[in-house]
């Protein structure tokens, strides 16, 4: 995805493993990968999850689209290329925050499977679960929080998901989220009540 230009680099072993730190936090290090269209809840429903776990004393941390995009992101534009770079940034960051043990929340769109795969891959077998907030583009439109669909209806986003760019839904994801019917409390206890079946909590 991304050319290697650093050379003379050896990976460096850790004397304490992600096991030792799971231990001590009593928690398994997993990414809870929320994708869906802009307005679907991605980022309220992430930060309601990490609350509850909070609650119930588990260390999480939410990586937020719009917040990564104020620093780590912020020279990357919404090109399919940059869209990419940006999925495979966060990737990498998230897969540092569950080998320190932490639960990550990210809340994406994450438009093309390819990318979300290449997560899935790098995060290793249960370490990646995507959840796919479905909602219809005229449920997310009549929120539009930040009226991004108003400006992309009008032509002055240029390539805006759901819209003048695609979105790949997910083909398997771990769960699903009713965002047109489900409460924000629902769809919070349908994530909470996964990690409890998994052991992850």
């Not at 719009?66 to 897969?95: C, Q, T, Y």
Request: proline share 3%; with cysteine; glycine share 6%.
């Amino acid at each position: 995805m991304t050319e290697k230009k650093s050379t003379n680099v050896v990976w460096h072993s850790h004397k304490v493993k992600r096991e030792d730190r799971e231990k001590l936090l009593n928690q398994k290090g997993v990414i809870l990968w929320f994708t869906g269209l802009s307005g679907s809840g991605k980022s309220t429903i992430a930060n309601e999850v990490a609350n509850k776990l909070h609650e119930l004393k588990k260390l999480a941390y939410v990586l937020d689209g719009d917040n990564i995009r104020h620093g780590l992101n912020k020279n990357l534009g919404f090109s399919p290329e940059d869209r990419a770079e940006n999925i495979r940034r966060i990737s990498e960051v998230a897969n540092l925050f569950i080998d320190s043990g932490v639960i990550a929340l990210t809340a994406f769109i994450s438009p093309y499977r390819k990318d979300r795969d290449f997560c899935r891959e790098l995060a290793g077998e249960g370490r990646f679960i995507e959840i796919f907030v479905k909602a219809s583009i005229d449920t997310c439109e009549s929120r539009d929080p930040k009226g991004l669909y108003k400006k992309a209806r009008s032509g002055e986003i240029k390539e805006f998901t759901g819209i003048s760019a695609p979105y790949e839904e997910p083909l398997k994801p771990e769960i699903i989220l009713d965002a047109d019917n489900q409460t924000i409390e629902e769809e919070t206890e349908t994530v909470i009540n996964y990690l409890k079946e998994k052991n992850i909590i």
